[in-house]
Structure formats: C-alpha cells, structure tokens
C-alpha cells in the first residue's frame, strides 16, 4: 500500500494522537497541528492526498481552512473530512456546502473512523479503474448548454469552465447519464460516496442544492435537476 499523505488539524492533544497512530498503524503518512495557520503554511510548498479537519480551533476554524483550501485549484479534488464536538446542521451544511466530501462527530469510534478514511481514498482513486473500465468510459458527455469532460474531471456552462467540488462533479456525472431515471438519494450515497459510506441521506441533499447554484440558471426553480418528493432526484430528459 502506498502511504498516503494526510494533513491532520485537532487542537485536542489526546485525539490528534489517537487519529495518528490508528492511520499511520494502517499504513498512512501523518501531520498533525494543532492550529489552522500552521497547516495552511504548510501547504503552500506541499499537498497531502488527504486533509483532516477540525471545526473548533484557535484562530482559524475547520469551515475557514475548508473554504481557503477549495480556493486552490490543486487543492479543489483534495479529499476533506470535518471533524466536531458539536451536532448542529448549521455546522454540518456549511461544511459539506464549501467543498468536505465527509463529516464525523466526535466522539466517533476508530475502526468507523478508519472505514471512512479508506472509503474516500477509493472513491478518489483512479488507478484502481481496470483497462476495460476506461475503455467502457464516456469521455464527453453533453446535454443542452451543459459538457462534462471526465479525463479532465472538468464542467463548462457555456463554455464557462465551473467550479465544483468532486462530490459535485460525480454527482453530476451519475445523474446525467442516468437522465430520466429517479436515483434514490441511497443510491446516490453508495455510487459517489461507496459502499462503506456511514454518512446520512441529508449529505446528499446539501450537494445537490450546491449543485443546482452552480448549474441551473434559477436555482429557485432548477429545471435540470428535479426533486422527486420521498425518493431522491431525477435529471431531467426534456
């Protein structure tokens, strides 16, 4: 296994140690700090394949870093898991909104905790693909003023290069090749988040809704991703 990179911020001394002996027990490189400038300084001269985040930090929080972070266009497809004591949906939908592909409250159990590590990796991961996965792969896909270029991982609106998160990009892709076809956010969640995903079907609303602000010309009347009430969401074929 290749020992990928992971930048960890946790200012609570006992978990930052707890997250880095239980990754690096399974293979992966660690840095962990204990304040968000630190990392953020850091990662101006090298990336990880990986940032772990916590929300409530000194100085910069969690949400703060996420946003800087996705600001970066070599950072953009980084994966992002936040990390917090606190429960609210405010926290949770602001983070997953500025680009975290992942969200676990504290206290969380190390194996669930690793499970989801190594199920963002692979959902991220595209060595894994075999030569006839990539040649059964669209690589344009056009509908209406929209084109998905998916070597590249990239998506224009008018030819207007957007900026999406990967979530967002493989929630995308699923959808329209699927056009007319009800996907139940279940089915959403094991395609782009995996099998191993412990996550709730809310996470894939707030995507969608960031999505649609991306996609659609009225997000308050999106008329390219359509909500099926009770079930998930449709990509619509007219």
Not at 33 to 54: C, R, T
């Amino acid at each position: 296994m290749s020992k990928e990179l992971i930048y960890c911020v946790e200012d609570e001394v006992n978990i930052q140690q707890l997250i880095k002996y239980n990754l690096e027990l399974n293979g992966y490189k660690v840095l962990t700090f204990g304040d968000g400038e630190s990392l953020l300084e850091i990662s101006k001269d090298k990336l990880p394949a990986m940032f772990i985040l916590d929300i409530m930090l000194p100085g910069i929080d969690g949400i703060e870093i996420c946003k800087r972070i996705r600001q970066n266009p070599s950072a953009n497809n980084i994966p992002i898991i936040m990390l917090t004591a606190k429960s609210e949906e405010f926290d949770k939908v602001l983070g997953l909104e500025l680009g975290a592909d992942d969200y676990i409250t504290k206290p969380f159990g190390v194996r669930e905790f690793i499970a989801r590590v190594k199920a963002l990796f692979r959902r991220t991961d595209t060595s894994n693909q075999t030569d006839t996965d990539l040649a059964n792969s669209i690589d344009i896909i056009i509908y209406g003023n929209i084109k998905i270029d998916t070597p590249r991982r990239e998506v224009f609106k008018y030819d207007k290069l957007l900026d999406l998160t990967l979530k967002e990009f493989e929630l995308l892709k699923l959808l329209l090749l699927n056009k007319g076809k009800v996907l139940s956010r279940e089915q959403l969640l094991e395609k782009v988040w995996g099998f191993d995903y412990f996550g709730e079907t809310r996470t894939v609303d707030v995507h969608i809704r960031y999505l649609r602000q991306k996609i659609e010309d009225d997000d308050s009347n999106p008329k390219l991703i359509e909500t099926v009430r009770g079930i998930g969401y449709r990509f619509s074929d007219k």
